[in-house]
């Protein structure tokens, strides 16, 4: 869990450094083609505005993927640069306090899902299974080829 003491914030802006791991963040992902199993690293500061948390600064993931053309597995790395999060602590949205903590996983987890990519490939200009690879492999279109064919045997 990745956590802010507010009392901690009263004196001056406090910076985070460390890893997550990937288990705490509990992306959920129900996906073959994307996995998210290494940890996230994160380089925050965190300071107190009135009655909000502003934090900023940089997350990183790497995860491992299967390319949706080519079914290759290959590994994509998720750079957060310049990464900005407002945290209410006031109003309708604000964030639970427990002891006088602020827990940001939610937040954080909220934004590297955004930034998962939705359809993963190993190489932009990747050209995705030759012809007869994808029945050597099992792939989808050998399937789809023969539900075809036997479609097209019926006489409607």
């Known amino acids: 869990m990745l956590s802010i003491n507010l009392r901690h914030l009263d004196a001056h802006e406090i910076h985070l450094e460390g890893e997550l791991a990937a288990a705490e963040l509990d992306f959920c992902l129900r996906d073959e083609i994307l996995r998210a199993e290494r940890p996230l690293h994160y380089d925050l500061t965190v300071e107190k505005m009135q009655d909000a948390l502003l934090v900023t600064g940089s997350l990183r993931m790497i995860l491992d993927c299967q390319c ?8 994509h790395r998720l750079v957060l640069a310049d990464w900005t999060c407002h945290v209410p602590l006031a109003g309708e949205d604000r964030a639970p306090v427990d002891n006088d903590c ?3 996983t939610p937040f954080v987890r909220e934004d590297m899902l955004l930034e998962f990519p939705a359809h993963p ?15 050597k492999t099992g792939g989808r279109d050998a399937a789809a080829s023969a539900a075809w064919a036997e479609l097209d045997k019926l006489k409607l």
């Open 68 to 75: 949706v053309r080519c079914l290759k597995s290959f590994q």
């Open 102 to 104: 602020v827990d940001l």
């Open 121 to 135: 490939l190993c190489k932009p200009d990747c050209a995705g299974l030759k012809k007869g690879q994808a029945r």
